[in-house]
Protein backbone atom coordinates (compact mmCIF):
# COMPACT_ATOMS: atom_id res chain seq x y z
CA UNK A 1 0.00 0.00 0.00
CA UNK A 2 1.33 3.54 -1.02
CA UNK A 3 1.82 6.12 1.40
CA UNK A 4 -0.72 8.22 -0.36
CA UNK A 5 -3.37 6.24 0.46
CA UNK A 6 -2.68 5.31 4.12
CA UNK A 7 -2.22 9.47 4.68
CA UNK A 8 -5.67 10.11 2.83
CA UNK A 9 -6.56 6.94 5.19
CA UNK A 10 -5.49 8.67 8.24
CA UNK A 11 -7.18 11.49 7.35
CA UNK A 12 -10.68 9.87 6.81
CA UNK A 13 -10.49 8.54 10.41
CA UNK A 14 -9.80 12.60 11.83
CA UNK A 15 -12.61 13.84 10.27
CA UNK A 16 -14.67 10.84 11.05
CA UNK A 17 -13.95 11.82 14.92
CA UNK A 18 -14.38 15.33 14.17
CA UNK A 19 -17.86 17.04 14.16
CA UNK A 20 -18.86 19.04 11.14
CA UNK A 21 -18.60 22.71 10.94
CA UNK A 22 -21.68 25.26 10.09
CA UNK A 23 -19.98 27.08 7.84
CA UNK A 24 -18.43 24.04 6.15
CA UNK A 25 -21.06 23.91 3.20
CA UNK A 26 -20.83 23.59 -0.84
CA UNK A 27 -22.11 26.28 -3.08
CA UNK A 28 -25.97 26.56 -3.72
CA UNK A 29 -25.94 26.43 -7.13
CA UNK A 30 -23.89 23.08 -7.12
CA UNK A 31 -25.74 20.98 -9.74
CA UNK A 32 -24.96 17.32 -10.76
CA UNK A 33 -27.05 14.98 -12.85
CA UNK A 34 -27.95 11.89 -11.81
CA UNK A 35 -25.56 9.16 -11.55
CA UNK A 36 -26.35 5.37 -12.29
CA UNK A 37 -23.46 3.40 -12.10
CA UNK A 38 -22.71 0.89 -9.83
CA UNK A 39 -21.09 0.89 -6.47
CA UNK A 40 -17.43 1.70 -6.59
CA UNK A 41 -15.41 -0.93 -4.54
CA UNK A 42 -13.21 0.59 -1.08
CA UNK A 43 -10.41 -0.15 -3.64
CA UNK A 44 -11.26 3.56 -5.31
CA UNK A 45 -9.81 5.37 -2.60
CA UNK A 46 -6.52 3.91 -3.52
CA UNK A 47 -7.39 5.45 -7.08
CA UNK A 48 -6.75 9.47 -5.95
CA UNK A 49 -8.59 12.14 -7.60
CA UNK A 50 -11.06 9.73 -9.80
CA UNK A 51 -12.24 8.05 -6.49
CA UNK A 52 -12.89 11.60 -4.52
CA UNK A 53 -15.30 12.33 -8.03
CA UNK A 54 -17.05 9.43 -7.86
CA UNK A 55 -17.36 10.37 -4.24
CA UNK A 56 -18.66 13.63 -4.63
CA UNK A 57 -20.95 12.29 -7.24
CA UNK A 58 -22.40 9.84 -5.04
CA UNK A 59 -23.19 12.14 -2.54
CA UNK A 60 -25.19 14.62 -4.57
CA UNK A 61 -27.10 11.53 -5.95
CA UNK A 62 -28.26 11.08 -2.51
CA UNK A 63 -29.61 14.77 -1.90
CA UNK A 64 -31.45 14.57 -5.32
CA UNK A 65 -33.12 11.86 -3.83
CA UNK A 66 -33.78 13.30 -0.73
CA UNK A 67 -34.96 16.49 -2.15
CA UNK A 68 -37.31 15.20 -4.32
CA UNK A 69 -40.06 15.15 -1.85
CA UNK A 70 -39.34 18.48 -0.29
CA UNK A 71 -41.64 20.98 -1.03
CA UNK A 72 -38.85 23.32 -0.74
CA UNK A 73 -37.03 22.56 -4.24
CA UNK A 74 -37.84 23.75 -7.68
CA UNK A 75 -36.88 21.83 -10.47
CA UNK A 76 -35.01 23.26 -13.64
CA UNK A 77 -35.71 22.42 -17.06
CA UNK A 78 -32.74 20.54 -17.67
CA UNK A 79 -34.10 17.71 -14.76
CA UNK A 80 -31.35 18.63 -12.25
CA UNK A 81 -32.60 20.14 -8.59
CA UNK A 82 -31.64 23.38 -6.95
CA UNK A 83 -31.86 23.49 -3.15
CA UNK A 84 -32.68 26.42 -1.33
CA UNK A 85 -32.39 26.51 2.09
CA UNK A 86 -29.79 25.97 4.75
CA UNK A 87 -31.17 22.92 6.64
CA UNK A 88 -31.05 20.89 3.26
CA UNK A 89 -27.36 21.79 2.66
CA UNK A 90 -26.76 20.68 6.68
CA UNK A 91 -28.48 17.76 5.91
CA UNK A 92 -26.48 17.41 3.05
CA UNK A 93 -23.14 17.81 5.45
CA UNK A 94 -24.02 15.20 7.88
CA UNK A 95 -24.59 12.84 4.63
CA UNK A 96 -21.26 13.70 3.65
CA UNK A 97 -20.11 12.46 6.87
CA UNK A 98 -22.13 8.93 7.42
CA UNK A 99 -21.12 8.34 3.43
CA UNK A 100 -17.28 8.98 4.10
CA UNK A 101 -18.44 6.19 7.53
CA UNK A 102 -19.98 3.95 5.68
CA UNK A 103 -19.39 3.85 2.43
CA UNK A 104 -20.90 5.81 -1.16
CA UNK A 105 -24.54 5.69 -1.57
CA UNK A 106 -26.15 3.01 -4.37
CA UNK A 107 -28.87 6.04 -4.88
CA UNK A 108 -31.59 4.15 -2.40
CA UNK A 109 -32.46 7.63 -0.50
CA UNK A 110 -34.29 6.23 2.63
CA UNK A 111 -32.33 2.83 3.18
CA UNK A 112 -28.41 4.47 2.67
CA UNK A 113 -30.29 7.19 5.20
CA UNK A 114 -31.23 5.06 8.13
CA UNK A 115 -27.78 2.57 7.69
CA UNK A 116 -25.80 5.62 7.88
CA UNK A 117 -27.54 5.92 11.63
CA UNK A 118 -27.36 2.32 12.39
CA UNK A 119 -23.75 1.94 11.62
CA UNK A 120 -22.67 3.92 14.68
CA UNK A 121 -23.87 1.00 17.06
CA UNK A 122 -22.50 -1.92 14.79
CA UNK A 123 -18.41 -1.76 14.44
CA UNK A 124 -17.44 -2.05 11.11
CA UNK A 125 -15.67 -4.24 9.49
CA UNK A 126 -12.14 -4.29 8.87
CA UNK A 127 -10.57 -3.62 5.57
CA UNK A 128 -6.63 -3.40 4.67
CA UNK A 129 -6.94 0.12 5.62
CA UNK A 130 -7.91 -0.24 9.04
CA UNK A 131 -5.35 -3.05 8.89
CA UNK A 132 -2.80 -0.80 7.84
CA UNK A 133 -3.25 1.84 10.37
CA UNK A 134 -3.30 -0.66 12.71
CA UNK A 135 0.22 -1.58 11.93
CA UNK A 136 1.35 1.73 11.56
CA UNK A 137 -0.17 2.69 15.29
CA UNK A 138 1.67 -0.69 16.61
CA UNK A 139 4.83 -0.24 15.19
CA UNK A 140 5.13 3.95 16.09
CA UNK A 141 4.16 2.36 19.48
CA UNK A 142 6.92 0.45 19.71
CA UNK A 143 9.58 2.55 18.66
CA UNK A 144 8.55 5.91 21.46
CA UNK A 145 8.40 3.40 23.80
CA UNK A 146 10.91 1.38 26.31
CA UNK A 147 11.35 -2.12 25.47
CA UNK A 148 9.73 -4.62 27.59
CA UNK A 149 12.85 -6.64 28.37
CA UNK A 150 14.63 -4.18 29.99
CA UNK A 151 18.36 -4.86 31.24
CA UNK A 152 18.12 -5.93 35.05
CA UNK A 153 20.45 -3.69 36.94
CA UNK A 154 22.33 -4.55 40.44
CA UNK A 155 20.56 -2.23 42.83
CA UNK A 156 24.03 -1.90 45.19
CA UNK A 157 25.59 -0.89 42.25
CA UNK A 158 23.35 1.99 41.38
CA UNK A 159 23.53 2.90 45.07
CA UNK A 160 27.60 3.27 44.62
CA UNK A 161 26.73 5.14 40.80
CA UNK A 162 24.83 7.50 43.09
CA UNK A 163 27.05 8.32 45.81
CA UNK A 164 29.66 8.72 42.80
CA UNK A 165 27.80 10.98 41.41
CA UNK A 166 29.56 14.35 40.60
CA UNK A 167 28.02 17.81 40.76
CA UNK A 168 30.29 20.17 38.74
CA UNK A 169 29.66 22.94 40.67
CA UNK A 170 31.52 21.65 43.32
CA UNK A 171 34.38 21.13 41.50
CA UNK A 172 35.06 24.74 41.35
CA UNK A 173 37.11 25.91 44.22
CA UNK A 174 36.04 29.75 43.56
CA UNK A 175 32.56 28.99 44.32
CA UNK A 176 33.41 27.53 47.98
CA UNK A 177 35.53 30.03 48.74
CA UNK A 178 32.87 32.45 48.06
CA UNK A 179 30.58 30.76 50.34
CA UNK A 180 33.19 30.68 53.35
CA UNK A 181 34.26 34.27 52.50
CA UNK A 182 32.16 36.21 50.49
CA UNK A 183 32.91 37.83 46.74
CA UNK A 184 35.48 40.34 49.02
CA UNK A 185 37.64 36.70 49.16
CA UNK A 186 37.57 37.10 45.38
CA UNK A 187 38.29 40.26 44.37
CA UNK A 188 41.45 39.46 42.39
CA UNK A 189 39.46 36.84 40.61
CA UNK A 190 36.08 39.04 39.48
CA UNK A 191 37.60 40.49 36.24
CA UNK A 192 37.53 36.57 35.20
CA UNK A 193 33.05 36.73 35.62
CA UNK A 194 33.24 40.21 33.44
CA UNK A 195 33.89 42.61 36.30
CA UNK A 196 36.56 45.33 36.40
CA UNK A 197 40.33 44.07 37.50
CA UNK A 198 41.71 44.80 40.69
CA UNK A 199 43.38 47.92 41.96
CA UNK A 200 47.14 46.57 42.74
CA UNK A 201 49.35 47.95 45.05
CA UNK A 202 52.12 50.12 43.73
CA UNK A 203 54.63 48.34 43.50
CA UNK A 204 53.16 44.78 44.07
CA UNK A 205 52.85 42.60 40.68
CA UNK A 206 52.65 39.45 41.79
CA UNK A 207 52.75 38.35 37.86
CA UNK A 208 55.87 39.68 36.84
CA UNK A 209 59.18 38.04 37.59
CA UNK A 210 60.57 34.85 38.70
CA UNK A 211 58.48 31.29 37.40
CA UNK A 212 55.15 33.20 37.17
CA UNK A 213 56.46 35.85 34.54
CA UNK A 214 58.22 32.97 32.51
CA UNK A 215 54.88 30.48 32.64
CA UNK A 216 52.03 33.42 32.35
CA UNK A 217 52.35 34.13 28.85
CA UNK A 218 53.34 37.50 28.76
CA UNK A 219 55.27 36.95 25.79
CA UNK A 220 53.58 33.80 24.56
CA UNK A 221 53.26 32.81 20.89
CA UNK A 222 49.65 33.61 20.56
CA UNK A 223 49.35 36.22 22.88
CA UNK A 224 47.39 36.56 26.36
CA UNK A 225 43.90 36.62 26.72
CA UNK A 226 41.88 33.12 25.94
CA UNK A 227 38.91 33.54 23.39
CA UNK A 228 35.04 34.12 24.34
CA UNK A 229 34.90 30.63 23.39
CA UNK A 230 37.53 28.81 25.18
CA UNK A 231 35.67 30.61 28.02
CA UNK A 232 32.95 28.89 27.94
CA UNK A 233 31.58 26.29 30.72
CA UNK A 234 34.42 24.11 31.07
CA UNK A 235 33.57 20.70 33.25
CA UNK A 236 36.65 20.60 35.30
CA UNK A 237 37.83 24.39 35.41
CA UNK A 238 36.68 27.25 34.58
CA UNK A 239 39.28 29.57 32.20
CA UNK A 240 40.99 33.04 33.17
CA UNK A 241 41.42 35.59 30.27
CA UNK A 242 45.06 36.26 31.48
CA UNK A 243 46.04 32.57 30.41
CA UNK A 244 47.56 32.58 26.70
CA UNK A 245 46.23 32.12 24.13
CA UNK A 246 46.08 28.56 22.55
CA UNK A 247 44.87 25.29 21.42
CA UNK A 248 44.65 21.76 23.27
CA UNK A 249 47.64 20.91 20.80
CA UNK A 250 45.84 17.52 19.76
CA UNK A 251 44.19 16.46 23.27
CA UNK A 252 41.10 14.46 22.80
CA UNK A 253 39.17 11.61 24.23
CA UNK A 254 37.15 9.10 23.14
CA UNK A 255 34.64 6.53 23.63
CA UNK A 256 36.11 2.57 24.38
CA UNK A 257 32.88 0.48 25.39
CA UNK A 258 29.61 0.80 26.88
CA UNK A 259 28.38 -1.88 28.86
CA UNK A 260 24.50 -2.92 29.75
CA UNK A 261 24.21 -1.27 33.32
CA UNK A 262 25.36 2.18 31.95
CA UNK A 263 28.56 2.75 32.70
CA UNK A 264 31.22 4.04 29.58
CA UNK A 265 34.71 3.79 29.68
CA UNK A 266 36.31 6.64 27.63
CA UNK A 267 40.25 7.26 27.07
CA UNK A 268 42.30 10.41 26.28
CA UNK A 269 43.86 10.40 22.93
CA UNK A 270 47.45 12.21 21.58
CA UNK A 271 47.43 12.91 17.54
CA UNK A 272 50.40 12.96 16.09
CA UNK A 273 51.11 16.64 17.21
CA UNK A 274 50.90 16.20 20.40
CA UNK A 275 52.87 12.90 20.34
CA UNK A 276 55.66 14.98 18.70
CA UNK A 277 55.73 17.71 21.67
CA UNK A 278 55.34 14.78 23.97
CA UNK A 279 58.70 13.32 22.77
CA UNK A 280 59.97 17.05 23.36
CA UNK A 281 58.71 16.90 26.38
CA UNK A 282 61.01 13.44 27.05
CA UNK A 283 63.97 14.96 25.84
CA UNK A 284 63.76 17.75 28.00
CA UNK A 285 63.47 15.24 31.62
CA UNK A 286 66.88 13.83 30.32
CA UNK A 287 68.60 17.08 30.01
CA UNK A 288 67.50 17.48 33.27
CA UNK A 289 67.41 21.29 32.58
CA UNK A 290 64.85 23.69 34.29
CA UNK A 291 64.92 26.31 31.68
CA UNK A 292 64.47 24.16 28.91
CA UNK A 293 61.20 22.88 30.23
CA UNK A 294 59.58 26.34 30.93
CA UNK A 295 60.57 27.31 27.20
CA UNK A 296 58.99 24.02 25.90
CA UNK A 297 55.52 25.16 28.05
CA UNK A 298 56.01 28.95 26.77
CA UNK A 299 55.35 27.20 23.16
CA UNK A 300 53.37 25.09 24.23
CA UNK A 301 51.29 26.52 27.07
CA UNK A 302 48.43 23.76 27.39
CA UNK A 303 50.85 20.42 27.33
CA UNK A 304 49.91 18.12 29.96
CA UNK A 305 53.19 16.59 31.24
CA UNK A 306 55.07 20.05 30.52
CA UNK A 307 52.63 21.46 33.13
CA UNK A 308 52.67 19.23 35.37
CA UNK A 309 56.51 19.08 35.24
CA UNK A 310 56.65 23.32 35.68
CA UNK A 311 54.14 22.92 38.50
CA UNK A 312 56.59 20.83 40.21
CA UNK A 313 59.09 23.31 39.68
CA UNK A 314 57.54 26.02 41.47
CA UNK A 315 56.27 23.90 44.21
CA UNK A 316 59.52 23.28 45.22
CA UNK A 317 60.25 26.70 45.15
CA UNK A 318 57.39 27.68 47.61
CA UNK A 319 55.57 29.49 44.68
CA UNK A 320 52.41 27.08 45.69
CA UNK A 321 49.90 29.87 43.94
CA UNK A 322 51.86 29.21 40.38
CA UNK A 323 51.76 25.34 41.01
CA UNK A 324 47.77 25.59 41.63
CA UNK A 325 47.36 27.68 38.74
CA UNK A 326 49.61 25.39 36.23
CA UNK A 327 47.35 22.62 37.40
CA UNK A 328 43.99 24.49 36.78
CA UNK A 329 45.51 25.37 33.53
CA UNK A 330 45.97 21.54 32.85
CA UNK A 331 42.34 20.39 34.04
CA UNK A 332 41.06 23.09 31.97
CA UNK A 333 42.65 21.79 28.87
CA UNK A 334 40.85 18.21 29.91
CA UNK A 335 37.91 19.61 29.96
CA UNK A 336 38.23 20.95 26.22
CA UNK A 337 39.03 17.24 25.28
CA UNK A 338 36.27 15.43 26.80
CA UNK A 339 33.63 13.93 24.81
CA UNK A 340 30.20 14.95 24.59
CA UNK A 341 28.52 12.28 26.39
CA UNK A 342 31.26 12.26 29.48
CA UNK A 343 29.73 15.02 31.09
CA UNK A 344 26.27 13.10 31.38
CA UNK A 345 27.50 10.28 32.34
CA UNK A 346 30.66 11.61 35.07
CA UNK A 347 27.43 13.39 36.81
CA UNK A 348 25.55 9.88 37.25
CA UNK A 349 29.06 8.46 38.14
CA UNK A 350 28.92 6.01 35.46
CA UNK A 351 32.15 7.39 33.00
CA UNK A 352 35.81 5.69 33.98
CA UNK A 353 39.22 5.41 32.61
CA UNK A 354 41.65 2.42 31.68
CA UNK A 355 44.70 2.91 34.49
CA UNK A 356 46.50 0.98 32.08
CA UNK A 357 47.15 4.03 29.66
CA UNK A 358 49.81 6.59 30.66
CA UNK A 359 47.28 9.42 28.47
CA UNK A 360 44.92 8.32 31.25
CA UNK A 361 47.27 7.92 34.42
CA UNK A 362 48.55 11.67 33.70
CA UNK A 363 44.01 13.02 34.11
CA UNK A 364 44.91 10.77 37.79
CA UNK A 365 47.69 12.61 38.61
CA UNK A 366 46.69 16.10 38.05
CA UNK A 367 43.42 15.54 39.73
CA UNK A 368 45.21 14.14 42.78
CA UNK A 369 48.02 17.14 43.00
CA UNK A 370 45.10 19.85 42.75
CA UNK A 371 43.53 17.89 45.45
CA UNK A 372 46.99 19.08 47.73
CA UNK A 373 46.64 22.54 46.57
CA UNK A 374 42.77 22.45 47.39
CA UNK A 375 43.61 21.15 51.07
CA UNK A 376 46.47 23.83 51.51
CA UNK A 377 43.78 26.58 50.64
CA UNK A 378 41.17 24.96 53.14
CA UNK A 379 38.67 24.19 50.59
CA UNK A 380 37.29 20.99 51.47
CA UNK A 381 34.25 20.87 50.18
CA UNK A 382 36.07 21.36 46.48
CA UNK A 383 38.84 18.53 47.38
CA UNK A 384 36.38 16.26 48.82
CA UNK A 385 34.38 16.62 45.08
CA UNK A 386 37.47 15.37 42.95
CA UNK A 387 38.66 12.54 45.68
CA UNK A 388 34.93 11.27 44.49
CA UNK A 389 35.87 12.13 41.06
CA UNK A 390 38.85 9.99 41.20
CA UNK A 391 36.91 7.20 43.13
CA UNK A 392 34.20 7.07 40.54
CA UNK A 393 36.49 6.57 37.69
CA UNK A 394 37.60 3.08 38.64
CA UNK A 395 35.43 2.15 42.15
CA UNK A 396 36.70 -1.50 42.50
CA UNK A 397 40.41 -1.25 41.33
CA UNK A 398 41.60 2.48 42.71
CA UNK A 399 44.67 2.65 41.93
CA UNK A 400 45.39 5.83 43.69
CA UNK A 401 44.02 4.80 46.51
CA UNK A 402 41.48 7.64 47.30
CA UNK A 403 39.81 5.02 49.73
CA UNK A 404 42.26 5.61 52.36
CA UNK A 405 41.78 9.02 52.81
CA UNK A 406 38.19 10.42 51.37
CA UNK A 407 36.35 9.47 54.59
CA UNK A 408 38.62 12.20 56.16
CA UNK A 409 38.18 14.60 53.30
CA UNK A 410 34.39 14.20 53.65
CA UNK A 411 34.44 14.95 57.37
CA UNK A 412 36.90 18.11 57.11
CA UNK A 413 34.08 19.19 54.40
CA UNK A 414 31.39 18.57 56.64
CA UNK A 415 29.41 15.66 54.84
CA UNK A 416 29.09 12.87 57.83
CA UNK A 417 26.46 11.78 56.16
CA UNK A 418 27.70 10.67 53.03
CA UNK A 419 30.13 9.00 54.94
CA UNK A 420 28.31 6.69 56.62
CA UNK A 421 26.30 6.31 53.39
CA UNK A 422 29.59 5.33 51.43
CA UNK A 423 30.42 2.97 54.06
CA UNK A 424 27.55 1.41 54.34
CA UNK A 425 27.61 0.31 50.38
CA UNK A 426 28.59 -2.85 49.20
CA UNK A 427 31.85 -1.29 47.74
CA UNK A 428 33.41 -0.59 50.79
CA UNK A 429 31.99 -4.08 52.48
CA UNK A 430 33.56 -6.44 50.33
CA UNK A 431 36.79 -4.03 49.40
CA UNK A 432 37.45 -2.17 51.85
CA UNK A 433 35.86 -3.78 55.05
CA UNK A 434 39.28 -4.42 56.40
CA UNK A 435 40.84 -0.64 56.49
CA UNK A 436 41.47 0.71 59.84
CA UNK A 437 40.03 4.04 58.61
CA UNK A 438 36.61 3.00 57.99
CA UNK A 439 35.84 2.55 61.82
CA UNK A 440 37.82 5.56 62.84
CA UNK A 441 35.87 7.93 60.65
CA UNK A 442 32.73 6.11 60.61
CA UNK A 443 32.85 7.08 64.63
CA UNK A 444 33.14 10.46 64.03
CA UNK A 445 30.44 10.81 61.48
CA UNK A 446 28.49 9.28 64.08
CA UNK A 447 29.82 11.87 66.52
CA UNK A 448 29.08 15.14 64.36
CA UNK A 449 25.50 13.86 63.58
CA UNK A 450 25.06 13.41 67.55
CA UNK A 451 24.81 9.55 67.63
CA UNK A 452 26.96 9.20 70.60
CA UNK A 453 25.55 5.23 70.87
CA UNK A 454 26.63 4.65 67.29
CA UNK A 455 29.64 6.40 67.46
CA UNK A 456 31.06 4.55 70.65
CA UNK A 457 30.46 1.18 69.14
CA UNK A 458 31.86 1.86 65.82
CA UNK A 459 34.75 3.17 67.68
CA UNK A 460 34.98 0.30 70.20
CA UNK A 461 34.95 -2.29 66.84
CA UNK A 462 38.41 -0.29 65.55
CA UNK A 463 39.59 -1.23 68.88
CA UNK A 464 38.87 -4.29 69.22
CA UNK A 465 40.48 -4.81 65.30
CA UNK A 466 42.91 -2.20 65.24
CA UNK A 467 44.26 -1.38 68.88
CA UNK A 468 47.87 -1.02 67.43
CA UNK A 469 46.32 2.53 65.78
CA UNK A 470 44.40 3.77 68.78
CA UNK A 471 48.08 3.64 70.50
CA UNK A 472 49.40 5.45 67.87
CA UNK A 473 46.75 8.06 68.09
CA UNK A 474 47.02 8.60 71.87
CA UNK A 475 50.71 8.76 71.01
CA UNK A 476 50.53 11.77 68.63
CA UNK A 477 47.76 13.43 70.45
CA UNK A 478 50.33 13.76 73.42
CA UNK A 479 47.98 11.90 75.86
CA UNK A 480 49.74 11.03 78.55
CA UNK A 481 47.41 8.09 80.59
CA UNK A 482 47.14 5.83 77.89
CA UNK A 483 44.30 3.29 78.83
CA UNK A 484 45.29 -0.33 79.79
CA UNK A 485 43.33 -1.96 76.82
CA UNK A 486 45.31 -0.48 73.98
CA UNK A 487 48.62 0.15 75.76
CA UNK A 488 52.07 -1.50 74.52
CA UNK A 489 49.69 -2.20 71.09
CA UNK A 490 51.99 -2.10 68.11
CA UNK A 491 51.46 -3.30 64.27
CA UNK A 492 52.93 -6.74 63.68
CA UNK A 493 53.17 -6.81 60.01
CA UNK A 494 54.38 -3.99 57.47
CA UNK A 495 50.49 -3.65 56.34
CA UNK A 496 49.68 -2.07 59.35
CA UNK A 497 52.18 -0.29 60.10
CA UNK A 498 51.70 1.65 56.82
CA UNK A 499 48.08 1.96 57.46
CA UNK A 500 48.48 3.01 61.24
CA UNK A 501 51.27 5.66 60.20
CA UNK A 502 48.76 6.67 57.37
CA UNK A 503 45.91 7.46 59.14
CA UNK A 504 47.32 9.13 62.16
CA UNK A 505 49.48 11.45 60.22
CA UNK A 506 46.36 12.57 57.92
CA UNK A 507 43.49 12.12 60.90
CA UNK A 508 45.11 13.92 64.28
CA UNK A 509 43.45 16.64 63.63
CA UNK A 510 40.58 15.69 63.61
CA UNK A 511 40.92 13.57 66.96
CA UNK A 512 42.24 16.48 68.39
CA UNK A 513 39.24 18.96 69.42
CA UNK A 514 38.02 18.00 73.27
CA UNK A 515 34.73 16.60 72.02
CA UNK A 516 36.49 13.95 70.25
CA UNK A 517 39.47 13.29 72.70
CA UNK A 518 36.86 12.74 75.71
CA UNK A 519 34.71 10.09 73.01
CA UNK A 520 38.75 8.59 72.78
CA UNK A 521 39.77 8.72 76.12
CA UNK A 522 36.15 6.97 77.34
CA UNK A 523 35.41 4.50 74.96
CA UNK A 524 39.45 3.13 75.28
CA UNK A 525 38.85 3.55 78.95
CA UNK A 526 37.27 -0.01 78.85
CA UNK A 527 38.55 -2.82 80.79
CA UNK A 528 41.32 -4.81 79.19
CA UNK A 529 39.34 -7.95 79.55
CA UNK A 530 36.98 -6.74 77.01
CA UNK A 531 39.64 -6.32 74.45
CA UNK A 532 40.84 -9.78 72.59
CA UNK A 533 44.06 -9.33 70.34
CA UNK A 534 42.84 -10.24 66.17
CA UNK A 535 44.38 -12.51 64.31
CA UNK A 536 47.40 -11.68 62.49
CA UNK A 537 46.77 -11.32 58.81
CA UNK A 538 49.62 -10.78 56.60
CA UNK A 539 48.54 -8.63 54.28
CA UNK A 540 51.05 -7.80 51.65
CA UNK A 541 51.30 -3.94 50.47
CA UNK A 542 50.19 -3.71 46.82
CA UNK A 543 51.50 -1.49 43.98
CA UNK A 544 48.59 0.87 44.31
CA UNK A 545 48.81 1.13 48.13
CA UNK A 546 52.88 2.05 47.83
CA UNK A 547 51.61 4.65 44.66
CA UNK A 548 49.56 6.17 47.22
CA UNK A 549 52.13 6.08 49.58
CA UNK A 550 54.62 7.85 47.04
CA UNK A 551 51.96 10.54 46.28
CA UNK A 552 52.19 11.86 49.85
CA UNK A 553 55.88 12.99 49.38
CA UNK A 554 56.00 12.69 52.85
CA UNK A 555 59.63 10.66 53.69
CA UNK A 556 58.40 9.27 56.97
CA UNK A 557 55.76 7.10 54.73
CA UNK A 558 57.74 6.57 51.97
CA UNK A 559 60.45 4.59 54.16
CA UNK A 560 57.82 2.26 54.97
CA UNK A 561 57.39 0.88 51.49
CA UNK A 562 58.56 -3.01 51.29
CA UNK A 563 61.97 -2.82 49.62
CA UNK A 564 60.41 -5.12 47.07
CA UNK A 565 57.47 -2.94 46.10
CA UNK A 566 59.66 0.18 45.68
CA UNK A 567 62.34 -1.80 43.35
CA UNK A 568 60.09 -0.86 40.15
CA UNK A 569 60.53 2.29 37.81
CA UNK A 570 59.15 4.97 38.93
CA UNK A 571 59.21 8.68 38.05
CA UNK A 572 57.68 11.84 39.09
CA UNK A 573 55.27 12.22 36.17
CA UNK A 574 54.55 8.32 36.42
CA UNK A 575 55.07 6.94 39.92
CA UNK A 576 54.55 3.10 39.91
CA UNK A 577 53.51 2.55 36.72
CA UNK A 578 51.23 -0.55 36.66
CA UNK A 579 51.98 -3.64 35.47
CA UNK A 580 50.07 -3.83 32.66
CA UNK A 581 51.02 -0.93 30.85
CA UNK A 582 49.28 -0.17 27.83
CA UNK A 583 51.24 2.69 25.59
CA UNK A 584 49.62 3.66 22.29
CA UNK A 585 52.76 4.57 20.89
CA UNK A 586 56.54 4.95 21.35
CA UNK A 587 58.12 7.82 22.99
CA UNK A 588 61.65 6.94 21.79
CA UNK A 589 62.03 5.31 18.10
CA UNK A 590 64.32 2.85 18.05
CA UNK A 591 66.42 2.13 15.61
CA UNK A 592 66.59 -1.14 13.85
CA UNK A 593 69.98 -3.41 13.13
CA UNK A 594 69.18 -5.84 10.35
CA UNK A 595 72.04 -8.13 12.12
CA UNK A 596 69.54 -7.86 15.49
CA UNK A 597 66.64 -8.47 13.45
CA UNK A 598 68.54 -11.56 11.43
CA UNK A 599 69.75 -12.99 15.32
CA UNK A 600 66.05 -12.61 16.89
CA UNK A 601 64.46 -14.64 13.66
CA UNK A 602 66.71 -17.22 14.09
CA UNK A 603 66.44 -17.54 18.24
CA UNK A 604 63.13 -17.88 17.73
CA UNK A 605 63.52 -20.79 15.24
CA UNK A 606 65.57 -22.30 17.54
CA UNK A 607 63.49 -21.98 20.07
CA UNK A 608 60.72 -23.67 18.19
CA UNK A 609 63.15 -26.27 17.43
CA UNK A 610 64.47 -26.62 20.32
CA UNK A 611 68.05 -26.11 20.02
CA UNK A 612 71.21 -25.63 22.07
CA UNK A 613 71.84 -22.29 23.21
CA UNK A 614 75.26 -22.69 22.85
CA UNK A 615 75.65 -21.65 18.86
CA UNK A 616 72.98 -18.29 19.66
CA UNK A 617 76.29 -17.12 22.41
CA UNK A 618 78.24 -17.73 19.63
CA UNK A 619 76.47 -15.50 17.17
CA UNK A 620 75.77 -12.95 19.93
CA UNK A 621 79.48 -12.15 20.84
CA UNK A 622 81.08 -10.78 17.26
CA UNK A 623 77.57 -8.01 17.95
CA UNK A 624 78.20 -7.55 21.69
CA UNK A 625 81.63 -6.49 20.83
CA UNK A 626 80.90 -3.94 18.01
CA UNK A 627 78.64 -2.52 20.04
CA UNK A 628 81.19 -1.73 22.78
CA UNK A 629 83.52 -0.60 19.79
CA UNK A 630 80.91 2.24 18.98
CA UNK A 631 80.17 3.53 22.62
CA UNK A 632 84.13 3.45 23.12
CA UNK A 633 84.71 5.27 19.59
CA UNK A 634 81.72 8.02 21.07
CA UNK A 635 83.14 8.60 24.66
CA UNK A 636 86.72 9.38 22.49
CA UNK A 637 84.48 11.98 20.58
CA UNK A 638 82.97 13.83 22.95
CA UNK A 639 86.24 14.07 24.95
CA UNK A 640 87.59 15.67 21.53
CA UNK A 641 85.00 18.16 21.98
CA UNK A 642 85.47 19.09 25.73
CA UNK A 643 88.82 19.42 24.99
Known sequence: MSSRAIRKAQRLREEQLQPPKAEDVESDEAEQEVDTRPKPSLFALLGGDDADEEEEANIEEDDISNEATTPNSTTKPNGSIQSSKLPAKKKKKKKKASTQLNGPSTGKTKTSSHTSFESKDVAPKEDDIDLALRSLASTSLDTSSPSTETTHLDPELEKVSSLLSIDTQYLNAANEMRRLFGRAALESDNHNEGGPPPRRRRGHDPGRGGLAAA??????????????????????????????????????????ASEDDGFTEYRFVHNNAYQDVQRQFEACVESMDPQRMVQLLHFNPYHISTLLQVSEIAKQEQDHSTSGELLERALFSFGRAVHSTFASNLAKGKAGFDFSRPENREFWLTAWRYMGNLGMRGTWR??????????????????????????????????????????????YRDHYGRLPNVHMSKAL??????????????????????????????????????????????PRTDWEKLMSELYVTRAKDLWSTPEATALLVEVCSIPETAFAPPPIDDIPVTLDEARHVALTEKANLIALIPRGVAAGSTSAGDPFPPVDDLRSYELHERRRDPEWEALEAEIRADQETGATGGSILDRLLPLFRRAAREQGGAEEDDEADDD
Not at 224 to 250: C, D, Q, V
Not at 399 to 424: E, G, K, N, S, T
Not at 455 to 482: C, G, M, N, T, Y
Open 445 to 490: AYHALGQADASRRSLFSAIKDHPWVLARLFQELSIDKIPPGIWGSQ
Open 215 to 256: VGGHHAPGGRGLAGLALRRNIFMAGKEEWPRGTSGGLGMELV
Open 382 to 427: TSYEWGKLLLSLDPERDPYCVRLVIDQMALRARQPQQVLDLFDSRL
